[in-house]
């Protein structure tokens, strides 16, 4: 059976880190590309970044660019989303994501997500 | 990149038919046949209902169907159950930033 557990979320102040991890079992880790999704409380989905299944390839929303850091470690089968200089309006709650069999980016499977609180 | 347009809400009987729509443009929805639909039930894990405009994945009911036309895609559930209701989301691949979101549209099952 196909499992993300995302874990590393809580509450921060404007400006500061925080690193979301998330952790894949079931399936071939290193076959799959990966993506971060979030939706803030009461509001729609909202693609993140994705990294190609090598570390390869890696894009990000422009709301997170220059700030977010996506990587991942094949070798143990997790994902890491690194968040600087965090915003009030990064608060999400945030889901990993494996990316499916479609032509694009659909995504197949998902964790239960993490929630991050950015307030002063 | 905006998110694709769906409507906050649609609300139906059991075992009638409903139809959500996303809309979008010819850069995204339009240009492309990745389009994605998920069931969201709030605090739980979202879940694909269809991918590249029509095929469901596995384990998913023939209930849910997709299409699209233009830059509308569209999701029908036959047969509505009290289990729809939740909250579904339509994706489109763009070629920037990768991926669009819909701003949801939550089910009613009356």
């Known amino acids: 059976e196909v499992q993300l557990v995302e874990s590393g979320g809580g509450i921060v102040q404007p400006g500061e880190s925080l690193r979301l991890s998330c952790a894949a079992s079931g399936f071939t880790f290193s076959r799959y590309w990966m993506h971060w999704v979030r939706q803030v409380p009461g509001k729609g989905l909202v693609w993140v970044s994705l990294i190609k299944s090598d570390g390869t390839t890696i894009t990000y929303a422009d709301s997170v660019k220059g700030r977010f850091t996506i990587s991942r470690d094949n070798a143990k089968n997790t994902l890491y989303l690194q968040m600087n200089s965090l915003r009030v309006e990064d608060t999400a709650v945030y889901y990993c994501?494996?990316?499916?069999?479609?032509?694009?980016?659909?995504?197949?499977?998902w964790g239960q997500g993490t929630l991050v609180t950015v307030s002063s | 990149q905006s998110a694709l347009t769906q409507p906050a809400s649609v609300s139906g009987s059991p075992g009638q038919s409903i139809t959500i729509s996303c809309t979008g443009t010819?850069?995204?929805?339009?240009?492309?046949?990745?389009v994605s639909w998920y069931q969201h039930h709030p605090g739980r894990a979202p879940k694909l209902m269809i991918y590249?405009?029509?095929n469901r994945p596995s384990g998913v009911s023939n209930r849910f169907s997709g299409s699209k036309s233009g830059n509308t895609a569209s999701l029908t559930i036959s047969g509505l159950q009290a289990e729809d209701e939740a909250d579904y989301y339509c994706s489109s691949h763009t070629s920037i930033p990768e991926v669009v979101f819909g701003g949801g549209t939550k089910l009613t099952v009356l």
């Open positions: 010819s850069s995204d929805l339009g240009g492309f046949n990745s």
């Open positions: 590249d405009v029509s």
């Open positions: 994501a494996r990316d499916g069999v479609g032509s694009g980016h659909d995504f197949d499977s």
